[in-house]
């Protein structure tokens, strides 16, 4: 990893941008910029330096990831490429804009998540998912905003299994 992973390079120097950041002199702030916007131009990885990162995170394969200034993601968190964490595009009025990704979440390729809610611990967003609705603790959610659960249905002593599908 620490020489051909340029998802684990982004989230190193990420680490180092957010502790910029937060320091809180403009001079720290314009230089954890800098190397947002360096790591963004070599690996093709933009993460905002004030989003929040726990520990564990795997960012695969990692071009075209998107993290959002208020975002924060848990631990142990498995992102894939393409991921995009952003707002919704709506006034805030300088509350947070991002979404908040629990523990132990996987994010699938192509997947955005957007606007403040909540992806809940053990969550999986599928590939190519929009979400803009919270989704609850180990949900597997898929297209948009559509939750999957599988349910068993014993038909004369054989059990069959059925997903369905329904709205967040």
Known sequence: PLLFFKG?????THRV????WTSGSEADAGAALMLQSRVSECFGVDIHPGASMGPGIMFDHATGVVVGGTAVLGSDIY???QVTLGATGKPMG??????????RCTLGAGCTVLGDIEVGDGATVGAAAIVTRDV???ATVVGVN???EKKSLETEGDID????????
């Open 94 to 103: 300088g509350k947070k804009r991002h979404p908040t990704v629990g523990d």
């Open 161 to 168: 299994e059925f997903t369905w599908f329904y709205d967040i």
């Open 79 to 81: 992102v894939l490429h």
């Open 8 to 12: 684990f390079h982004a989230l190193a």
């Open 17 to 20: 941008a957010h502790a910029l």
């Open 136 to 138: 609850p603790a180990d």
């Open 146 to 148: 559509k939750l999957v």
